[in-house]
């Protein structure tokens, strides 16, 4: 039976490690037992637990046990301390980002899904409508605060300076709508919707925050596999054949057609 671990961490919060430890304790690298493999919940846990509940880790030989966090932080914290063996929630910018920051040493195993960020509105249906002076929300994290800036670029909204690999907001070079770029936490973009003209929001808050795809003004490209959600894992464990299966079986078509049929496109097995 799966054990789907709650770890209750609101924005740089904190995580209650015992539990996890329990599993076998900080630094374990057994390639034995249960694959714990640490994720953030939506998409990625209800991936997971689709995954076990319908015995697919058993079938490729592994049994698979979700801890789940609230936070995009966490799961490098937990998996460079080797309470988990692996995550898979995030993509290969906010690893680079994470990695420089915290001084970890992970492996990307392989790409999985992607799903894409759009540019929401409440008070627009059209870019060209955008008015002047006023607020448009962008993730506050590095790397998808990026994602954010490039989309409004795309669209000729803004212009970012040259040569920045993860441009910020001060960045900006030119802004001729005169807009105030915010930085919020990336789980309130959908709640800042009342009070800001655009937000860019990340694929798995929008699909928390049950807003419709459709209604994006815009979107990346969901072939982009800059930022392809990845397994992820510590380099002792690339070659774990649990951590293998675990890839094969995201790759499988049964997956492939529960992610299609329960997300529409939002999200895509790549």
């Known amino acids: 039976m799966i054990t789907r671990r709650h770890a209750l961490a609101l924005g740089l919060g904190t995580l209650t490690l015992p539990a996890l430890s329990a599993c076998g304790g900080a630094g374990a690298t057994s390639t034995t037992g249960p694959l714990r493999v640490g994720t953030t919940p939506v998409p990625h846990a209800e991936i997971l637990t689709w995954i076990h509940d319908r015995g697919l880790d058993a079938e490729h030989g592994f049994e698979l046990e979700v801890v789940e966090f609230t ?12 309470s988990i063996d692996a995550n898979y929630y995030q993509h290969r910018l906010f690893l680079a980002a994470q990695e420089e920051e ?10 999985v ?10 008070s627009i249906t059209d870019l060209a409508d955008l008015p002047r002076r006023t607020r448009v929300a962008v993730p506050n994290d590095p790397a998808n605060g990026a994602r954010g800036l490039w989309l409004l670029e795309e669209q000729g909204i803004i212009t970012l300076a040259e040569g920045v690999e993860t441009p910020l907001p001060e960045d900006v070079i030119e802004n001729p709508h005169e807009l105030d770029i915010v930085p919020l936490e990336a789980a309130q973009l959908p709640r800042s919707l009342g009070d800001t003209a655009l937000a860019a929001i990340p694929g798995n808050f929008a699909v928390q925050a049950e807003l ?8 990346e ?17 690339v070659e774990d054949p649990r951590v293998t299966a675990l890839v094969e079986v995201l790759g499988s078509r049964e997956v492939g057609q529960f992610i299609q049929d329960t997300w529409k496109g939002v999200v895509v097995q790549l």
Request: glycine share 6%; charged share 25%; no cysteine.
């Open 113 to 122: 899904t992607n799903q894409p960020m759009g540019i929401y509105s409440e």
């Open 71 to 82: 936070d995009y932080v966490q799961p490098n914290v937990a998996l460079d301390e080797g």
């Open 212 to 219: 419709d795809p459709r209604t994006a003004l815009v979107t």
């Open 102 to 111: 915290a001084g970890y040493a992970f492996d990307i195993v392989a790409p």
């Open 221 to 237: 490209d969901p072939a982009d596999e800059r930022f392809a959600i990845n397994v992820v894992t510590r380099p002792e464990l």
